[in-house]
């Protein structure tokens, strides 16, 4: 929970934060959501407090999910194992100031959490920080980008995956691949052009063959014989 609100000072240093309340303090760290800072407290009595909720990177964690994060997640077909390392969030930090949400959390760390909406206005998606390389899956032959976690998740049961988090991949992801003998870029036809360019680029980047599957659905609505 939001302790209270400062100056922060990387912002200060660039002469921005005039206001002096960009900085957010929670029991386990700061983290300012203008230009991304963050502290940890080293505090293991405040971190093992919070067993339930948790404040991570500027929003409030709960283990247990509604029911409509349950039924969402349910018509994709994952098991409760897949489950398991998701989260939910009713409360965030927005300007300073905390507010409901209705967030299924993905993903999440000190320096990142990407999350989605479950109200039924604004964005789907919602994320802080740095994206980070995130792999599912043990392959050592086959690694496939894929554009979101669910879909990742899912290919992860038979190769390796990698979620963009996005339609982007990091320039710097791609010195991660070498070991595998294919890599393959993975999305449904409302991205078919974006994925055939980052597949060109890929190959020019890595010196080698890029493969790239488009199909009508996401990876995530396909089942596992499927996939």
Same mark, same amino acid.
């Not at 929970?1 to 206001?19: F, L, N, V, W, Y």
């Not at 349950?70 to 390392?85: A, G, R, S, V």
């Not at 290919?155 to 390796?160: D, E, K, P």
């Not at 994925?195 to 488009?214: C, D, M, P, Q």
């Given at each position: 929970?939001?302790?209270?609100?400062?100056?922060?000072?990387?912002?200060?240093?660039?002469?921005?934060?005039?206001?002096?309340?960009?900085?957010?303090?929670?029991?386990?760290?700061?983290?300012?959501?203008?230009?991304?800072?963050?502290?940890?407290?080293?505090?293991?009595?405040?971190?093992?407090?919070?067993?339930?909720?948790?404040?991570?990177?500027?929003?409030?964690?709960?283990?247990?999910?509604?029911?409509?994060?349950?039924?969402?997640?349910?018509?994709?077909?994952?098991?409760?194992?897949?489950?398991?390392?998701?989260?939910?969030?009713?409360?965030?930090?927005?300007?300073?100031?905390?507010?409901?949400?209705?967030?299924?959390?993905?993903?999440?760390?000190?320096?990142?959490?990407?999350?989605?909406?479950?109200?039924?206005?604004?964005?789907?998606?919602?994320?802080?920080?740095?994206?980070?390389? #995130?792999?599912?899956?043990? &392959?050592?032959?086959?690694?496939?980008? +894929? %554009?979101? $976690? @669910?879909?990742?998740?899912?290919?992860?049961?038979?190769?390796?995956?990698?979620?963009?988090?996005?339609?982007?991949?990091?320039?710097?992801?791609?010195?991660?691949?070498?070991?595998?003998?294919?890599?393959?870029?993975?999305?449904?036809?409302?991205?078919?052009?974006?994925?055939?360019? #980052?597949?060109?680029?890929? &190959?020019?980047?890595?010196?080698?063959? +890029? %493969?790239? $599957? @488009?199909?009508?659905?996401?990876?995530?609505?396909?089942?596992?014989?499927?996939?």
């Amino acid at each position: 929970m939001m302790i209270k609100t400062s100056q922060c000072p990387q912002c200060e240093k660039r002469g921005k934060d005039k206001h002096g309340d960009n900085l957010v303090e929670y029991p386990d760290g700061f983290h300012c959501f203008s230009c991304g800072y963050h502290k940890h407290k080293h505090n293991l009595r405040a971190s093992n407090e919070f067993s339930e909720a948790k404040v991570c990177n500027g929003i409030t964690l709960h283990k247990k999910l509604p029911t409509s994060a349950l039924k969402w997640l349910l018509q994709y077909e994952l098991t409760l194992d897949e489950m398991e390392n998701f989260r939910y969030a009713d409360k965030m930090v927005k300007k300073g100031q905390e507010v409901d949400c209705n967030l299924l959390v993905l993903t999440n760390s000190n320096d990142y959490w990407l999350a989605r909406n479950l109200d039924n206005d604004g964005v789907r998606y919602l994320s802080s920080g740095n994206k980070p390389f #995130l792999t599912y899956g043990e &392959s050592k032959e086959v690694i496939v980008f +894929v %554009e979101d $976690i @669910i879909s990742a998740v899912k290919v992860g049961r038979l190769v390796t995956a990698v979620p963009m988090l996005g339609a982007r991949v990091l320039r710097e992801w791609w010195q991660n691949v070498t070991p595998y003998d294919r890599v393959v870029i993975w999305g449904d036809r409302d991205k078919a052009i974006d994925n055939i360019k #980052l597949a060109r680029k890929a &190959s020019e980047i890595l010196g080698r063959k +890029v %493969e790239y $599957i @488009i199909t009508d659905k996401a990876p995530k609505s396909n089942n596992t014989n499927t996939i």
